[in-house]
T-cell receptor, first 109, second 112 residues
Framework: GQNIDQPTEMTATEGAIVQINCTYQ??????LFWYQQHAGEAPTFLSY??LDGLEEKGRFSSFLSRSKGYSYLLLKELQMKDSASYLC??????????WGAGTKLIIKP | TAGITQAPTSQILAAGRSMTLRCTQD?????MYWYRQDLGLGLRLIHY???????GKGEVPDGYSVSRANTDDFPLTLASAVPSQTSVYFC???????????FGQGTRLTVV
């Protein structure tokens, strides 16, 4: 079966750095996505990795290791508005997105 | 630009009744998707359409049907609602296979 694992909840302090991990087992691989979802709102796109390595976009970076079936999302200089759920999704061999349950990130002052 | 729009925003529906959730996008995306999101679970694909005139079943298609008469619209129909269909429903669209998906604002459906 296909499976995406990420921690259910994490807590971090404003101004700090947090790393959210995602491991996956899917039928094929055609890219990994990270989305942010604030409570009661729709998911919004953060990053996309298809090759191994680090993709940096402002305060957010995403890393991929295809051989390990592993990715992480790194958030720097945390702000209160970063409190949200972060969803990891993998596009499988049928180009369908398989979603993790999401990691709820709580930012404390 | 409106992007992708869903209607209604929320609905309370009596069990056994039918309902159509509407989804319209103005980005001319080929692919459209319907997901349900339940607490503690990831987004689960109900049905999808890779292009106008074609549809496919996702992970949880039972009790739902879709149509794709044109590029812009992708309605989701519940023929006879059951309480287990209480959920938040998201419509999404994407262009090329490896680009991001854009989501509508969601429809919160409660079946009682």
């Amino acid at each position: 079966g296909q499976n995406i694992d990420q921690p259910t909840e994490m807590t971090a302090t404003e101004g700090a750095i947090v790393q959210i991990n995602c491991t996956y087992q899917t039928s094929g691989f055609n890219g990994l996505f990270w989305y942010q979802q604030h409570a009661g709102e729709a998911p919004t796109f953060l990053s996309y990795n298809v090759l191994d390595g680090l993709e940096e976009k402002g305060r957010f970076s995403s890393f991929l290791s295809r051989s390990k079936g592993y990715s992480y999302l790194l958030l720097k200089e945390l702000q209160m508005k970063d409190s949200a759920s972060y969803l990891c999704a993998v596009r499988d061999h049928n180009y369908q997105l398989i979603w993790g349950a999401g990691t709820k990130l709580i930012i404390k002052p | 630009t409106a992007g992708i729009t869903q209607a209604p925003t929320s609905q309370i529906l009596a069990a056994g009744r039918s309902m159509t959730l509407r989804c319209t996008q103005d980005m001319r995306h080929n692919a459209m998707y319907w997901y349900r999101q339940d607490l503690g679970l990831g987004l689960r694909l109900i049905h999808y359409s890779n292009t106008a005139g074609t549809t496919g079943k996702g992970e949880v298609p039972d009790g739902y049907s879709v149509s794709r008469a044109n590029t812009d619209d992708f309605p989701l129909t519940l023929a006879s609602a059951v309480p287990s269909q209480t959920s938040v429903y998201f419509c999404a669209s994407s262009d090329l296979e490896n680009t991001e998906a854009f989501f509508g604002q969601g429809t919160r459906l409660t079946v009682v």
